[in-house]
């Protein structure tokens, strides 16, 4: 058996967002399984903040080669003919980066309206069609072709989004390769992830499609995904969507014992404030910081994420709500001292607003389940967040009017409701080395079945993937 599998992402270390970890982890514990993996992302990080220390921990038997990109933007074209250096990185190394807390236009701006409108047109039209790694597609299945054939690969495995990793795995399966396709979120369900323009979200629309329908297993980070993905594409496809969360990784847990790592008690925070989640989490911390006994505490509450977009976000809400003094910004920071500061922290927060992204199971969220720590949540009823905090048995739901909600948070900061208790097995699935079990288990199904593409499965699904290239999946392959 051929253990080996071509992992295809433009998210992956240096790069140390959200979006790389579930493919990092995957790729970095692999070869505990006996399994050879091979990466391919892109060749500049244009956007992100990076940490050399995920790259240097990956083991020797990882592979990782880069495929030219090229942002379909001006910075991007004078960068490929020698320019500047204007990544997100290089300009925040040049202390280029700030942020100043937003504020409205002044009046009589209509023209910078309107040219920020064309560039806006432009970008979602044209450069984003059907995302911003289009450029990436040739240069990447032109490397992708070469492992494949130097190493016999016989497993692509894509991660989206973006919707161009679809493109990418449906070309590779059609000469001969078996398709995972693991999609991290419902990117045309939510408004906030596709195309407003008709034509860019059909073809949006027409990839994630051919992933959902013909991909050989298919993968997904929540199981709202999965009842999503079933309404929008049909059941047939999407029955067959294995919902996997993705893991903590442990090496990087602090040992047993560990200094608390800030001398006061705080709730913790991670990722980017989104718009969407308003001021309503930030209204009901204030309220319980005007009980006496609260504010006895010296309870704070840190935000971990990017600086230059969280400072903007919050720091208006956090003078309108008078509680600046009792919230620590904290610029992006690598995961190992994000597992420490959540380590000594009395609970995680989701402030998600309840309204909000129903389907996610954030990746701050299983941090925070797999260290079994509290977590206080402004989360929608139902949810998936909500269906995982409660099977873990470590919710502490902030439901009701700002009063009631507030009265939950002091109670809990005061001890007075007790701590939530831990549902260990449960609370295991989020480790990292159960997320990349589960995968194995999918891989090794898919080598050791031994079908051709075209023959019915165990459940009767014909699968699509050894098959000649014709017109339909020659116009596939040009978007």
């Not at 700030?98 to 409108?117: H, I, M, N």
């Not at 016989?154 to 990418?168: E, G």
């Not at 195309?195 to 990839?207: F, G």
């Not at 971990?304 to 400072?311: A, C, I, K, T």
Request: aromatic share 10%; net charge positive.
């Amino acid at each position: 058996m051929n253990r080996s599998i071509l992992i295809v992402t433009p998210y992956f270390a240096p790069q140390s967002h959200a979006a790389v970890f579930r493919a990092y982890k995957l790729a970095k514990l692999l070869p505990r399984f006996g399994w050879k993996p091979y990466v391919l992302t892109v060749d500049t990080n244009y956007l992100y903040n990076e940490d050399w220390s995920l790259t240097g921990a990956l083991p020797p038997e990882v592979e990782v080669t880069t495929a030219r990109y090229i942002e379909p933007t001006l910075r991007g074209l004078r960068m490929a003919v020698g320019g500047e250096d204007r990544t997100f990185l290089a300009m925040k190394m040049r202390d280029a980066v700030r942020f100043v807390p937003e504020v409205k236009a002044p009046a009589g701006t209509t023209r910078q309206g309107l040219s920020k409108k064309l560039r806006d047109y432009v970008r979602e039209r044209w450069q984003h069609a059907p995302d911003a790694y289009w450029t990436w597609y040739g240069p990447a299945v032109r490397a992708a072709r070469s492992l494949i054939r130097k190493h016999e690969i016989p497993l692509v495995f894509t991660s989206a989004n973006p919707y161009t990793c679809h493109r990418i795995g449906a070309t590779l399966q059609q000469e001969g390769c078996r398709w995972i396709a693991d999609l991290r979120d419902p990117h045309t369900y939510c408004h906030h992830m596709h195309s407003r323009y008709e034509a860019v979200y059909a073809r949006q629309r027409r990839l994630e499609d051919t992933a959902v329908r013909r991909a050989d297993a298919l993968t997904v980070a929540s199981s709202a995904i999965a009842m999503i993905l079933s309404d929008t594409h049909g059941s047939e496809g999407a029955r067959r969507a294995r919902f996997i969360p993705t893991g903590l990784d442990e090496e990087l847990l602090p040992p047993a014992g560990s200094e608390r790592p800030r001398p006061f008690r705080y709730l913790l925070f991670s990722g980017e404030f989104l718009p969407d989640y308003g001021d309503e989490f930030l209204d009901i911390f204030a309220a319980a910081l005007e009980r006496p006994e609260v504010q006895a505490l010296g309870v704070k509450l840190l935000v971990v994420g990017r600086l230059d977009v969280n400072g903007p976000r919050m720091i208006p809400l956090l003078r309108k709500a008078g509680i600046e003094d009792h919230v620590e910004l904290i610029d992006h920071v690598p995961q190992e001292e994000l597992y420490r500061l959540l380590h000594g922290a009395e609970a995680g927060v989701l402030l998600d607003a309840r309204r909000f992204r129903w389907w996610c199971l954030y990746a701050k969220m299983v941090d925070y389940i797999a260290m079994r720590k509290p977590v206080v949540a402004l989360v929608s009823d139902p949810s998936e967040a909500r269906t995982r905090l409660s099977h873990a048995g470590l919710g502490v739901f902030l439901d009701g009017d700002r009063e009631r909600c507030a009265s939950t948070l002091a109670d809990f900061l005061l001890g007075r409701a007790g701590r939530p208790d831990p549902v260990a097995s449960e609370c295991d699935r989020y480790l990292a080395t159960a997320q990349v079990k589960s995968f194995v288990e999918i891989f090794e199904g898919l080598i050791r079945s031994g079908r051709r593409a075209d023959a019915p499965d165990d459940a009767g699904h014909r699968h699509e993937t050894m098959r000649p290239r014709t017109a339909e999946t020659a116009a596939l392959g040009q978007g």
